[in-house]
């Protein structure tokens, strides 16, 4: 059976269909010369992700290493874009300078790069992998929104973020990954806003603090909350109830998402099911906790992660 899609995909499905077939890079490498600044450049990107995610290093360093590399400069990219969204600075000069961030990696001119090793590495890794511009372009915009737009009304306009910040990244991965055919699309898309739901739920409280609610407030009031409950930190039964109906709609996204792992080509398995199952492993310390989200990170630690991942290889072989 199909994957059954569900209303709000129609238009993410369609944004991901558009970038697929727009233009690519192209297909050649950085010249020889410049190998050795290229080597230090990824170099770079394996810091930065070592020092932000320590899950998404764990998961990388599942894949073979030219692979590996690729992913951490993809990752490192999509933290650079981040990080320029989230600085502490007036709007308009955050979205100036994406602009220029923008301007800099979409710049086919490789000897341009050569001076941010993020923007270097991530442009012959982008021209390895043929991933298309669209996904890079879809993400910053999708970043960029958080300069403008601080609360979404319905999961579908959250949905439609969640794509821009981090479907994207997944539909680029996949590409360095390989998959086998365009069918595995969706699958990307639903795990994309997945991942991000996660992040929504655990960051709740660092959320509030600069002023964002990426929860819906029609979901809110239906549960009879107001933004008052997430200023106290008030975990009654009404939060808890709220929180596990969006832990709940994470975790079958999170299901779904198992059959397009299995169109990724045999390397790259496990390490995007350990990416997803890692994560998927913060809502349950969410429940666990009751929703309580306030004054705490939620996470499964060093040995949380190592003692799943025998089953995630194991369940990543088959099909």
């Not at 894949?63 to 650079?80: G, N, S, V």
């Not at 991000?196 to 959320?207: A, F, G, K, P, S």
Request: proline fraction near 3%; hydrophobic fraction near 40%; charge should be neutral.
């Amino acid at each position: 059976m199909g994957l059954q899609i569900q209303s709000w995909e129609n238009t993410l499905l369609a944004r991901a269909e558009e970038a697929l077939q727009g233009h690519r890079p192209e297909t050649k490498y950085i010249r020889q010369t410049d190998q050795q600044s290229l080597h230090v450049a990824y170099q770079h990107c394996d810091r930065i992700t070592r020092h932000h995610s320590k899950t998404f290093f764990m998961a990388s360093s599942l894949l073979p290493p030219e692979k590996r590399r690729a992913t951490r400069a993809l990752y490192a990219f999509c933290r650079i874009t981040d990080d320029i969204a989230d600085a502490d600075r007036p709007a308009e000069q955050r979205r100036e300078r994406l602009e220029q961030w923008r301007s800099l990696v979409m710049n086919t001119h490789t000897n341009s790069l050569t001076g941010n090793p993020v923007a270097l590495a991530w442009s012959d890794a982008q021209r390895r992998y043929n991933i298309p511009n669209g996904y890079a372009e879809q993400l910053i915009a999708g970043v960029a929104r958080d300069l403008d737009q601080t609360r979404y009304q319905t999961f579908d306009d959250l949905a439609g973020y969640s794509y821009g910040v981090a479907s994207t990244v997944g539909l680029m991965a996949m590409h360095i990954i390989g998959f086998e055919s365009e069918v595995a699309i969706p699958y990307a898309v639903r795990l994309g806003v997945a991942l991000q739901m996660t992040n929504i739920l655990r960051d709740v409280d660092e959320d509030w603090q600069v002023g964002r609610v990426y929860l819906p407030q029609d979901e809110l009031e239906q549960f009879g909350l107001t933004e008052a409950h997430i200023a106290d930190g008030n975990c009654d039964e009404r939060w808890q109830a709220f929180m596990d109906f969006q832990i709940d709609r994470a975790y079958s996204l999170y299901d779904d998402s198992w059959r397009g792992i299995y169109m990724l080509h045999a390397d790259g398995r496990f390490a995007i099911a350990a990416a997803a199952e890692l994560y998927r492993a913060i809502l349950g310390d969410i429940h666990a906790h009751k929703g309580n989200v306030f004054g705490r990170r939620a996470h499964i630690g060093t040995w949380g992660k190592v003692r799943r991942l025998p089953g995630i290889w194991w369940r990543s072989r088959g099909a």
